[in-house]
């Protein structure tokens, strides 16, 4: 059953729900996050793959709606083992999710829209003793008219042959990124992981030089008419040639083909390049977003 609790807000009651069923907190969430697909990517395409391609290794996810006079304001979760997605969460809601949390959820961090993260670390922090470091400051990105890039060779579509290679590369693209480094086997998650993907019908796009593959991208099938890309990845002996480039181009045609209205992706505010890149091709800014890390107090 779903467990509620009354916090005050300003002079009057906010009602905060844990829900245990994702379906049931599908329905009630559903047309919130609907409202704006772009910035709620996350949230609607985690929910999506668990709803309708569940994988036996799911851990239960941690689900939090806000209603405030009758009207849901505010929803959050987590899927293990990311961090807490709180793209559906306004900053002025943040205390208020993270006082229903405190006290029983431990939490490795959070993410989403920066004003709305660092609103819920502090109150996160003050609540639990945790400290919080920033890991990564990100930007979305939407894409207007596709720019195909010039650039030598040509896109093929990933196969269950490429599992091996791009097995690798993805665990490659997270000992960079630091996405996963904690994992003791991270090849052979990172294969999991794409067999759930491919499941899934996401496109795993190769970028080929002649019989070589040099870069490749993955981008998840359409959900709410909107696509997501990532990863991106070329490998540093082929980096510096356009692949990157040219593969994520060619992730957002196929995306398009089936018939994604909005395309979108994250990028790395460090790396300059990549994000001047991905605007040459046609990539515009939607929001800034923040990923932390919380360390339990006394750790």
């Given amino acids: ?4 609790a009354f916090l005050r807000y300003g002079p009057l009651m906010a ?3 844990r829900h245990d069923d994702l379906a049931e907190f599908w329905a009630l969430t559903g047309d919130f996050f609907n409202a704006d697909p772009v910035v709620h990517t996350v949230p609607i395409a985690a929910i999506d793959r668990r709803l309708n391609h569940a994988d036996p290794d799911d851990e239960p996810p941690l689900l939090v709606s806000v209603t405030h006079d009758g009207v ?3 929803a959050a979760l987590r899927t293990p083992p990311w961090p807490l997605t709180l793209s559906g969460v306004a900053p002025e809601w943040a205390e208020v999710v993270a006082e229903a949390l405190a006290g029983d959820v431990e939490l490795p961090g959070a993410n989403g829209p920066r004003e709305s993260v660092e609103a819920f670390v502090v109150a996160w922090a003050a609540r639990t003793g945790c400290s919080a470091r920033e890991h990564m400051a990100q930007r979305l990105y939407e894409l207007g008219d596709l720019v195909t890039p010039d650039v030598p060779g040509s896109a093929r579509l990933a196969t269950p042959d ?6 690798r590369w993805r665990t490659d693209f997270a000992d960079e990124a630091g996405v996963h480094a904690d994992e003791e086997n991270s090849v052979e998650r990172s294969r999991h992981m794409l067999e759930v993907g491919m499941a899934a019908g996401q496109g795993h796009v190769i970028w080929c030089q002649g019989d070589t593959p040099v870069a490749w991208a993955g981008v998840g ?3 709410s008419g909107m696509s997501r890309i990532g ?3 070329t490998p540093p002996e082929h980096r510096r040639h356009g692949y990157g480039a040219a593969v994520t181009a060619a992730c957002a045609s196929w995306a398009r083909e089936k018939g994604a209205e909005h395309i979108v992706l994250y990028t790395d505010l460090a ?3 990549s994000n001047s890149i991905y605007q040459r091709i046609g990539f ?3 929001v800034d977003s923040a990923s932390f890390v919380f360390t339990p107090a006394g750790g």
């Fill in 1 to 4: 059953m779903p467990l509620k």
């Fill in 15 to 17: 009602e905060v729900t």
């Fill in 72 to 74: 849901l304001v505010a």
């Fill in 162 to 167: 490429d599992l091996d290679l791009l097995s």
């Fill in 221 to 223: 099938a359409p959900v």
């Fill in 231 to 233: 990863p991106v990845y």
């Fill in 271 to 273: 790396n300059p390049t």
């Fill in 284 to 286: 515009q800014p939607v």
